[in-house]
């Protein structure tokens, strides 16, 4: 089974956007090619972002990992080290993938839209999980009981409200 992996920098609101941009286009060829690793989405979100508004500036990579190896070696290189060192040390969210697009799909999308959504309780585990969604990527955290669903999207022609398990973001590049 895959493994989605996602953290999430929060950066001061009078952050330039710019420089996270301009280290996605320095380094994201960089993961091309990583052993074990399907795709890396390069995310990230700003505050005053005409088409894509977003509470806080934020950078989000989104990564599908073919197996824990794979993940277990980046977590271990240089390249994260870098990461922490210049962001600091992030809480990494771990999902169990359930349905993934190709990386052709996701390098299609200009934006990423996330929802992530409470498992109740004794749900009928089947139902959440059977990847019957209309999202592109559906994935499953069993330590919160929460599913994630994620859709790589042409830009929207305008700002759109969401809800508070919404979060859009740019897709700076694609790793494969």
Partial sequence: MMIVMQYSFVLPADYDMETIEQ???????????????LFKAYLYAKRHDPDIPSVANLYAPLYVWKHSQGMAAFLQSPGFAALTRDFGWPQIDCWLAGKIPQPSEVKAGAIAQRVITPIPSYSHLPDWLSGDTQAMLMA?????????????????????????????????????
């Avoid at 320095?26 to 690793?37: I, P």
């Fill in 23 to 37: 280290r996605i286009a320095r380094n994201g060829a960089k993961l091309d090619g990583f052993a074990g690793l």
């Fill in 140 to 176: 499953w955290d069993v330590s919160h009981w929460r599913q994630l669903q994620m859709d790589f999207l042409p830009l929207p022609a305008a700002a759109t409200t969401a809800d508070d398990s919404t979060q859009r973001y740019r897709i700076g590049y694609v790793a494969c």
